[in-house]
């Protein structure tokens, strides 16, 4: 997980624009007694690419699934661009997807696949061959036309469904799990092609994945998904950086989460005493917590300052934002090395470091006395 | 080690491959052998192959039988009205069998053994058993005519028995399992989410079934025709039971040609012929299934 180097932007609201391309409004969807989206409102706009972030049984695959039409909302409304589809059947949608299986006609070549869309629409013989070796081209999968899909890799297979999922032009591009399928190098190069093609054709895509990284990479926008429910919608830096909830600051990214009490909220920022952590927070930017108030810290493991503990302890013991441990493990991941570090207090922290430096002097060992602090900027002070 | 798992997988080859040599092809070749023969009063009833000739051995063929099948009409007429009602009873299989194969496989999981079960339930009985009730349903004062002379439809009761109509319906009765069951095993394989993709590019219901459904359930169809098709050339109990006296099928012109002509050579060549006859289908077959393996249409 690479955090997002870009400096947080301004939150994005999740009201209502008049940008709205895609209006998802009050969305629920029943199967007998369970729930699989709750209430879901969206808006999403023309040319973006909104990633659909959730575990397994959020509703996330429900939720684009009635977007294609294959799930009828049993509440809401979905519109898109003014028209309301809520009660379109899928073949007259507007709407494009590319299934997580690929789901490519196996009796047909390549170029019958890609093209089958545009036969629907019964459009002429030489019109349909010359879409069809547009969109191959774009894929870069101008060569295999005549082949059948098993005859192609998975990295091919996924290019020829995405063409076909393109090549009639969609008002709007549903993604389930696109790169689920491929191995982790093939993924890497995938996604920045997948930015590239959508950038060109100025499709909006939905893409639906369980998987952080590739949402914080293609998303423009993401909306996180639990129980059904849209848990938080933002860029990815806002989410990363200014989680809403403690399941979006735990499920995107890792994150060090102590419980811990408000002892003042003034202009300085919010003052925190955690029993957990050992120590007192002050965190910087923090909105609501009134004193006496539970709230929990969220601290991301790259932004506390791992250091050595002198042999004789610096005076003051009981500063802010720090606290002493011991190393109990360190994995090195080559980039960077994680460090557990159990605290005096007892609870774990955990706390990343880039490897800047090649074969560094004597480096942090295991048992080692640290201390650890961070900035007054980088905890995030949550209250649900 | 290895080498007796290499024989233990001879062993197991070895099984089968004795059962068709032991059952299949040596009684094929006496028949073959017999089918170039002539008929004569004696134990057994035809000509050896190995005749003496001025002292000198030789081999006899004699094609006597053969020319003898086309020479009289009834057996061409036999041949061609044994094919036609195979392929009518396999086309009406097919148009029945297609539908009822189709909703078992998109059936609940909780449903689908308890259809299954309802296709392979009349096998309980025996097949001369359920021919015979058809006689008792078909008949002039079977039950179907009494039904309907009851309820006033009709004032004649139907000639239905020993029509082609009922051996049409003794056929697709009987042989109707034998097409459904391949064709659900087929269309339970077939992944949904190729439906729902064409249904995604635009095509409607019936269109994704024509598109999609229907060229991948080829084999399917291929397998159940075939399993239909070719035990109904050679149908005898139905058409003997149900069917018209005047026209045979070929089964039972084999059957009367051994036990009531004694003409063992003539038998024999109707039986090779009816082989060849069926080598057609069963080429076709193996294209269809072949074409499928390499993801072919």
């Known amino acids: ?384 | 080690m290895r080498l007796s798992q290499a024989m233990g997988r001879r062993l197991i080859a070895a099984v089968p491959t004795l059962w068709l040599l032991l059952l299949f092809l040596i009684p094929f070749i006496i028949v073959f052998r017999i089918s170039f023969s002539e008929v004569r009063l004696a134990i057994p009833p035809y000509t050896p192959l190995l005749g003496w000739h001025h002292g000198a051995p030789q081999i006899e063929v004699h094609w006597s039988a053969y020319s003898f099948l086309f020479t009289d009409p009834m057996y061409v007429s036999s041949y061609l009205y044994s094919l036609k009602v195979a392929a009518v009873s396999t086309l009406c299989c097919l148009l029945i069998g297609y539908p009822m194969a189709y909703a078992i496989a998109r059936s609940g999981p909780a449903t689908r053994p308890l259809l299954l079960m309802l296709i392979v339930l009349p096998f309980w009985t025996s097949f001369l058993l359920r021919v015979y009730a058809w006689i008792g349903l078909l008949k002039n004062n079977g039950v179907i005519n009494n039904a309907l002379l009851s309820l006033g439809v009709i004032d004649h009761p139907l000639a239905l028995m020993q029509t082609d109509f009922a051996v049409y319906i003794g056929i697709v009765y009987s042989y109707l399992p034998f097409m459904i069951l391949p064709l659900y095993a087929n269309l339970e394989k077939h992944d949904l989410a190729l439906l729902e993709a064409a249904a995604d590019l635009g095509a409607r219901p019936w269109r994704a079934f024509l598109s999609v459904t229907l060229p991948q359930s080829l084999p399917g169809i291929a397998a159940g025709s075939l399993l239909v098709f070719i035990p109904a050339v050679g149908e005898y109990v139905i058409p003997t039971l149900l069917g018209r006296p005047d026209q045979l099928m070929i089964g039972r012109v084999l059957s009367d040609e051994f036990f009531e002509n004694r003409d063992w050579p003539v038998a024999s060549a109707v039986a090779i012929l009816i082989l060849l006859l069926l080598i057609v289908p069963i080429m076709v077959f193996q294209r269809v299934e072949r074409r499928q393996l390499e993801g072919l249409p």
């Not at chain 1, 709750?38 to 690419?49: A, K, M, T």
């Not at chain 1, 959020?58 to 009828?72: I, Q, V």
């Not at chain 1, 639906?208 to 429910?229: C, F, K, S």
């Not at chain 1, 074969?359 to 980088?378: C, K």
């Open chain 1, 1 to 384: 997980m690479s955090p997002q180097t870009t400096p947080a932007a301004a939150p994005v609201a999740a009201s209502r624009s008049e940008a709205a391309y895609v209006r998802i409004s009050d969305v629920s969807k029943k199967f007998g007694d369970f729930t699989a989206v709750d209430h879901v409102s969206l808006d999403i706009r023309r040319g973006e690419i909104f990633c659909l972030l959730g575990g397994s049984g959020s509703g996330k695959t429900t939720l684009l699934r009635m977007l294609a039409g294959f799930e009828t909302p049993t509440t809401g409304r979905i519109e898109i661009d003014g028209q309301d589809l809520s009660r379109v059947p899928p073949y007259e949608r507007p709407v494009n997807m590319m299934f997580q299986s690929y789901a490519l006609f196996p009796h047909m070549s390549v170029e019958k696949n890609v093209g089958f869309g545009l036969e629907q629409e019964h459009l002429g013989r030489d019109d349909i061959r010359r879409q069809v070796g547009e969109i191959l081209e774009i894929v870069k999968m101008s060569g295999y036309g005549a082949r059948r899909p098993h005859q192609l890799s998975g990295g091919q297979r996924q290019r020829v469904a995405l063409a076909r999922a393109l090549v009639k032009r969609p008002k709007l591009l549903l993604l389930d799990e696109p790169l689920a399928a491929l191995d982790r190098k093939l993924r890497e190069h995938t996604q920045f092609e997948l930015l590239n093609i959508q950038q060109r054709l100025g499709v909006t895509f939905i893409v639906v994945t369980h998987d952080q990284e590739e949402a914080m990479t293609l998303g423009t926008r993401l909306g996180v998904m639990n129980h059904g429910r849209i848990v938080q919608v933002g860029t990815p830096s806002d989410i990363y950086e200014s989680p809403a909830s403690r399941f979006v600051a735990d499920f995107i990214g890792s994150v060090n989460l102590f419980e811990g009490q408000v002892l003042a909220n003034g202009a300085d920022g919010l003052c925190i005493k955690s029993a957990d952590l050992g120590c007192t927070v002050r965190a910087e930017r923090a909105g609501g917590g009134e004193q006496g108030a539970t709230v929990w810290t969220a601290i991301r493991p790259e932004k506390i300052q791992i250091s050595r503990t002198p042999a004789a302890p610096a005076e003051g013991a009981q500063a802010e934002n720090r606290a002493a441990g011991t190393v109990r493990e360190i994995a090195y991941m080559g980039d960077m090395s994680i460090y557990l570090v159990r605290l005096d207090s007892g609870s774990m922290l955990r706390v990343t470091l880039p490897n800047v430096l090649r074969g560094a002097e004597r480096p942090i060992a295991r048992e080692e006395r640290v201390t650890l602090s961070w900035h007054g900027s980088s905890p995030v002070v949550l209250t649900e």
